[in-house]
Nanobody, 120 residues
């Protein structure tokens, strides 16, 4: 199971740190990522991180503002979000899989989501 937390309401330009706790199995040998879904829109890829060297992928709109990290010893995934914009408003989901990529179909396990709202 994956449990996301840390969402909330923040003003534009502010920061939030999302956390995702993994339990029930070890995800340290796979890929973990963050997706988001805004009202009326499809779920979209935000960022992912691979085990080992920690290779990362980011969608263009968050590059330079968001940072993904993981603590394999604690089975935790993080998303540091800085310089938040109103268009970042969405439900954020953590996910785990075995293939490094951007498609939701590559991820087998999903958290329940945490709401991020950025006011202008």
């Amino acid at each position: 199971q994956l449990q996301a937390s840390g969402g909330g309401l923040v003003q534009a330009g502010g920061s939030l740190r999302l956390s995702c706790a993994a339990s029930g199995r070890t995800f340290s040998s796979g890929v973990m990522g963050w997706f988001r879904q805004a009202p009326g829109k499809e779920r979209e890829f935000v960022t992912s991180i691979a085990w080992g060297a920690g290779s990362t992928l980011y969608t263009d709109s968050v590059k330079g503002r968001f940072t993904i990290s993981r603590d394999n010893a604690k089975n935790m995934l993080y998303l540091q979000m800085n310089s938040l914009k109103p268009e970042d408003t969405a439900v954020y989901y953590c996910a785990a899989g075995t293939t490094f990529g951007r498609s939701p179909n590559m991820y087998n396990y999903w958290g329940q989501g945490t709401q991020v709202t950025v006011s202008s």
